[in-house]
């Protein structure tokens, strides 16, 4: 089992950056993958980034080139950089870990608003 808490979302203008953070309970290292998706009311939840363990890293189409995933196992955190941010970005971001790798988030945090709008 593992908690995960996210933090960092809030209004943000076109343009601009935010850096999210996900705090899990207990050591990381061990968990294969850990990820960042997010969703819009009325809406699925789409995978934003996710990272591995060996630190190989995978991005949505709609934000390569201006998100960056990281993984830090010494503090047990995991960070979403965004870079260039827009209106379509507006979403709650939720952190979530697949621990064997088997492509299922068994764990999920209650989310962080992001907001992008002037």
């Known amino acids: 089992q593992v908690e995960l808490v996210e933090s960092g979302g809030g209004l943000v203008q076109p343009g601009g950056s935010l850096r999210l953070s996900c705090a899990a309970s207990r050591s990381i290292a061990s968990i294969y993958t850990m990820a960042w998706y997010r969703q819009t009311p009325g809406d699925q939840r789409d995978m934003v980034a996710r990272?591995?363990?060996?630190?190989?890293?995978n991005y949505a189409d709609s934000v390569k080139g201006r998100f960056t995933i990281s993984r830090d196992n010494a503090q047990n955190t995991v960070y979403l950089q965004m870079d260039s941010l827009k209106p379509e970005d507006t979403a709650i971001y939720y952190c979530t870990a697949d621990q064997n790798g088997f492509g299922r988030f068994q764990y999920w945090g209650q989310g962080t608003q992001v907001t992008v709008s002037s």
């Open positions: 990272i591995t363990r060996f630190g190989t890293t």
